[in-house]
């Protein structure tokens, strides 16, 4: 079972990769495996994929990028970036990290 959720949440961080790989001309950056950001956190939430924590971060003004731990199936949102906060950013291995998808303005 713990095979098959790691494998549909690899898929899915792979094509989340290629949306943000594609929209990378524009200033996007592709998701993380393996590293979360600590210390930034102002929400949690359950989420059954990366996608919906995606969503959920294009929804919150505040929201500057977000942790998916897959083992957890737990959506973190960050008020901060890895840039922000390098020594904040950490190694987790069923962790995935990305960047707020659309700016705030769109």
Do not use: H, W
Request: proline residues 2%; aromatic residues 10%; positive net charge.
């Amino acid at each position: 079972m713990i095979r098959i959720k790691l494998l549909s949440t690899f898929l899915v961080c792979i094509a989340l990769s290629c949306v943000a790989v594609e929209t990378n001309r524009c200033g996007r950056e592709e998701s993380i495996y393996g590293k979360i950001l600590k210390g930034s956190v102002f929400m949690r939430m359950a989420s059954k994929t990366p996608y919906l924590c995606q969503q959920a971060c294009d929804r919150e003004m505040r929201c500057q990028s977000f942790n998916y731990v897959v083992y957890k199936e737990v959506c973190e949102l960050n008020s901060r970036t890895k840039e922000s906060r390098p020594e904040d950013f950490v190694a987790d291995e069923g962790g995935l990290y990305m960047k707020r998808y659309k700016n705030r303005g769109e």
